[in-house]
C-alpha cells in the first residue's frame, strides 16, 4: 500500500505560482511512477504530468507545458508540482497518483494509489 497527502493548494491570483507537494508513505516511493490529475467541478479528471520512477522521464499535458513542472525527491518520498502563470481555467481540484510500475500512464485508470485532493482556485 502507499498513502499520498497533498498539500500546497489554495487561492491564488492569475499569474500567480503555487507549489503542490505529495507525501509518500507505506511501501517503497521510489519504484513507482507518480502523476497528477486535477478535476474540475463538472468536468472529467483530466491528467496533467506524469514522473518516472527515477525522475529520468516527465509528461506534461499540452494546456500546462511551459507553465508546470513535475518534480521528485525520492529521498524525501516526495513528488512535487510548481505551477507558474496561473490562469482562471487551472481552478480545480488536484490529486496526486501513484502506479504500481516504474514507468508512467497517461490514463487515471492506471494508477493504483490517489491522495485525497487539494483545491487550487485562480481568480481573474
Known amino acids: 500500500q502507499v498513502q499520498l497527502t497533498e498539500s500546497g493548494g489554495g487561492l491564488v491570483q492569475a499569474g500567480g505560482s503555487l507549489r503542490l507537494s505529495c507525501a509518500a508513505s507505506?511501501?517503497?516511493?521510489?519504484?513507482?511512477?507518480m502523476a497528477w490529475f486535477r478535476q474540475a467541478p463538472g468536468k472529467e479528471r483530466e491528467f496533467i504530468a506524469a514522473?518516472?520512477?527515477?525522475?529520468?522521464?516527465?509528461y506534461n499535458t499540452d494546456s500546462v507545458k511551459g507553465r508546470f513542472t513535475i518534480s521528485r525527491d525520492n529521498a524525501k518520498n516526495t513528488v512535487y508540482l510548481q505551477m507558474n502563470s496561473l490562469k482562471p481555467e487551472d481552478t480545480a481540484v488536484y490529486y496526486c497518483?501513484?502506479?504500481?510500475?516504474?514507468?508512467?500512464?497517461?490514463?487515471?485508470?492506471?494508477?493504483?494509489?490517489w491522495g485525497q485532493g487539494t483545491q487550487v482556485t485562480v481568480s481573474s
Open positions: 497518483a501513484a502506479r504500481s510500475l516504474p514507468y508512467y500512464s497517461l490514463y487515471y485508470y492506471q494508477y493504483n494509489y
Open positions: 507505506g511501501r517503497t516511493f521510489s519504484n513507482n511512477a
Open positions: 514522473i518516472s520512477w527515477s525522475g529520468a522521464s516527465t
